[in-house]
């Protein structure tokens, strides 16, 4: 691990941010060229000491999991993110299909989504990252670990995770959707992947799932206007509209509300009331 070039690199990238690209608020009596040190440690979820350490030269050998946050903070691209890694002593993490590092292109995106539901996922339907009003509209959905990660192990063997939805017809799509995607992966990916394993749990404890994995669907499309039941806020219509990123086979998805709209004022108190509102079993796509 080399602390030197180690501490250089991360305090170059963060003073090439400005607090603006990624909606932070400059205020007025900011010194500092580009971020805070605090605003990079709680755009990466976590305590300021422990970045200030890091990159002070000092402390411990960050996991490679804090190293993933640090890259998603500072808006690295995949070839910086390897040369954190690299420095961190950790080497160059592979680049396998369905890499979880988010394209800072995306990223800058959902930076100027402040008052809009989006959230970035992978190809198995793991949320990576989502906007604070994705938060209060969804709730939190990144801090799931091993199959759970996935939104559809949670929707065909989690309680709760479909009642958000308005009526039964666009639950019955949603599941159609998520089999259909999970399948195109699966078929790509081999039975020995990650989508494998998740297939096989999803047969083993879902009579849906296997009625509809064995159906063969493959290109099922979602809604393009969908009805939610929100325990804060009551009744929401939104628009869902998904953004392909080919390189890194990651999907941004955003929900809007027609401009004027009841839903449209809903979606702005979400956006007021932030993380308070946020349900605990909420999680449709």
Not at 150 to 164: C, I, N, P, Q, V
Request: proline share 5%; charged share 30%; hydrophobic share 40%.
């Amino acid at each position: 691990m080399d602390y030197g070039e180690l501490s250089d690199f991360l305090r170059k990238r963060r003073e090439a941010l400005q607090p603006e690209d990624l909606g932070l608020p400059r205020g007025r009596r900011r010194r500092t060229p580009g971020l805070r040190r605090e605003e990079v440690a709680a755009l990466a979820v976590m305590s300021t000491d422990y970045y200030s350490r890091l990159e002070g030269g000092r402390g411990p050998q960050p996991s490679a999991e804090m190293l993933a946050a640090i890259a998603r903070a500072l808006r690295l691209t995949l070839d910086e993110r390897d040369h954190l890694y690299v420095l961190a002593g950790h080497g160059v993490p592979p680049r396998m299909s369905g890499d979880d590092h988010v394209n800072p292109g995306l990223l800058r995106i959902l930076d100027r989504l402040v008052d809009t539901p989006a959230q970035v996922m992978n190809r198995l339907g793991e949320t990576l990252v989502q906007t604070a009003v994705d938060v209060a509209f969804e709730g939190e959905l990144t801090n799931f670990e091993g199959l759970e990660r996935s939104g559809a192990y949670r929707w065909f063997l989690r309680d709760g995770d479909r009642d958000r939805y308005a009526d039964e017809d666009q639950r019955a799509n949603h599941s159609r959707v998520l089999v259909s995607g999970l399948r195109s992966v699966h078929a790509t990916d081999g039975d020995k992947s990650p989508a494998g394993s998740l297939v096989r749990a999803l047969l083993d404890g879902s009579a849906e799932f296997r009625e509809l994995w064995n159906a063969h669907e493959i290109g099922i499309r979602h809604v393009g206007v969908k009805r939610f039941l929100h325990p804060a806020v009551g009744a929401l219509e939104l628009h869902c509209q998904v953004l392909d990123d080919l390189e890194q086979q990651q999907t941004l998805l955003v929900f809007t509300a027609t401009p004027g709209s009841e839903s449209a004022e809903k979606l702005a108190l979400l956006a007021v009331l932030g993380q308070a509102a946020a349900p605990t079993d909420f999680a449709t796509r």
